[in-house]
């Protein structure tokens, strides 16, 4: 229990996947501009992030892994790890198709407000990026869980700040230097984020 | 000039795909902390880049439209694992160095981008040049902003020490530098008013996506099943879902305003 803790805080706060891992950058520049639109996008990110963790660790361990059922029973002792990046990126690119349609055909509600932000996360480096690090890092089922949730409840903590910040502070500012404004400023500010995020380095 | 090493030269002055497409920004952000892993980063890109352009143009006809886009990751994704195997095998230090971010080249914009941008209309070598072109681009970029970085964060081009200790920036090399940096260079091309996707004078092209690669997403995705849109405008106007098209938007009217 504490180990699962850990890994949530250490992985939502302390080494948060946008300002100090640079996953996801693209969506945390392109869906900051306004809070409604990134609320849209962080709730996306999480559902998505949460439900590929666990099922690409499922895979894994299955098909892929030298210890698994599909490996043990075809004798392959070195198990089939090089195919993990072309598995989890197809399961990835499928399970957010499905998603979006199971969404789609049982809960409009729930569509209506993920729905559009959902095709954006195929190519999202996040959660390739969680599956591929749960390989690495040995987790089981439950830490798995955890840490996509750690890592998406990150990213989503990080967009909302940072849309915050620009459609209070940045948007239409005219104190901004001329050859700030745009994308420079926006630089700027999860520079100082970033900083702002080094101060939980001390919670674990 | 030879419309081959023409190919070479936009992909490296006309069309950098950092400097002024702003395409792969992650790789940009994470893997500059040194020279030697910019050009490690961009390398590797340059390899993938080169043969997904030449195996996706030389399949652009057998490939049927709906199986388009999973068939280009397919490409890309086995090419990313070749060369993860390579670099593992060869230069294990860069493998350490660069970990998670060499398998996830697979989902470099910049990748996918050129091959439904230039590769899926043109032929295998012309294709396999423009690659090569952008690749070289990459590179060019990453080891320009690696070798500022470690400069003023380590003191050092290339493990080279020219600063002395006492003297170095240490917040450079970890990762607010990396914002810091890349702010100060879209700055100063807006101050230079250089052609760059951050202040709307940049080359036009179907994948200029101010700064985000949101633009590639959607048009990659919800274009799957239908005909390419020629220009930027075109594409964002037929495909893209209603927000990102209100994104669009106002991005265009803060371009305006900025120039």
């Given at each position: 229990m504490k180990d699962l803790l850990l890994i949530a805080i250490k992985y939502s706060l302390?080494?948060?996947?946008?300002?100090?891992?640079?996953?996801?950058?693209c969506p945390f520049l392109?869906?900051?501009?306004?809070t409604e639109s990134s609320k849209g996008m962080g709730g996306a990110v999480i559902f998505v992030i949460v439900i590929a963790s666990v099922i690409t660790h499922g895979i894994y361990v299955t098909f892929?892994?030298?210890?698994g059922p599909l490996c043990q029973a075809l004798g392959l002792?070195?198990?089939?790890?090089?195919l993990n990046t072309i598995v989890f990126i197809l399961v990835i690119a499928a399970l957010v198709q499905f998603v979006e349609m199971f969404l789609k055909k049982n809960i409009p509600s729930l569509y209506e407000s993920l729905g559009v932000y959902l095709p954006l996360i195929?190519?999202?480096?996040a959660v390739l990026g969680v599956a591929l690090n749960n390989v690495s890092y040995g987790y089981n089922l439950a830490e798995s869980f955890v840490y996509g949730l750690g890592i998406s409840v990150g990213f989503a903590l990080a967009l909302l700040l940072m849309a915050g910040i620009r459609e209070n502070i940045?948007?239409?500012?005219?104190?901004?230097p001329h050859s700030f404004q745009g994308s420079p400023i926006v630089l700027v500010t999860a520079c100082l984020m970033a900083i702002a995020f080094f101060g939980f380095g001390g919670l674990i | 000039m030879n419309k081959y090493l023409e190919r070479i030269v936009n992909g490296i002055?006309?069309?950098?795909?950092?400097?002024?497409?702003?395409?792969?920004?992650c790789p940009t952000l994470a893997t500059t902390t040194s020279a030697m892993n910019g050009l490690g980063m961009g390398l590797s890109t340059l390899a993938v880049l080169m043969f997904s352009n030449l195996v996706i143009s030389a399949l652009r006809k057998v490939i049927p439209e709906r199986m388009r886009l999973p068939g280009e990751i397919v490409v890309v994704a086995s090419l990313v694992t070749i060369v993860q195997l390579l670099i593992q095998a060869y230069v294990p230090s860069i493998y350490e160095a660069l970990g998670i971010y060499i398998p996830l080249i697979v989902v470099n914009c910049i990748i996918l981008g050129r091959a439904e941008s230039y590769a899926l209309f043109n032929g295998p070598l012309l294709s396999f040049c423009d690659g090569l072109g952008m690749g070289l681009g990459f590179t060019f970029a990453l080891v320009i902003i690696g070798s500022v970085r470690e400069l003023i964060?380590?003191?050092?081009i290339f493990n080279f020490q020219?600063?002395?200790?006492?003297?170095?920036?240490?917040i450079f090399v970890l990762a607010p530098g990396a914002f810091l940096v890349l702010a100060m260079l879209t700055a100063i091309q807006n101050k230079l008013r250089l052609p760059s996707a951050t202040n709307?004078?940049?080359?036009?092209?179907?994948?200029?996506c101010s700064g985000n690669c949101m633009g590639c997403f959607s048009d990659c995705k919800t274009e799957a099943a239908k005909p390419i849109a020629k220009t930027a405008a075109a594409a964002s106007a037929a495909v893209k879902p209603e927000v990102a098209k209100e994104e669009l938007k106002v991005d265009h009217k803060e371009k305006e305003e900025t120039v």
């Open positions: 302390v080494s948060n996947v946008v300002l100090s891992q640079f996953l996801g950058i392109g869906v900051s501009k306004k892929l892994a030298a210890s002792k070195d198990g089939l790890e090089y195929t190519t999202n480096c940045i948007a239409g500012n005219d104190r901004i | 002055f006309k069309e950098n795909p950092t400097f002024i497409i702003m395409l792969g920004m964060g380590s003191g050092s020219i600063i002395p200790e006492a003297y170095h920036i240490s709307g004078d940049a080359v036009q092209s179907e994948f200029v």
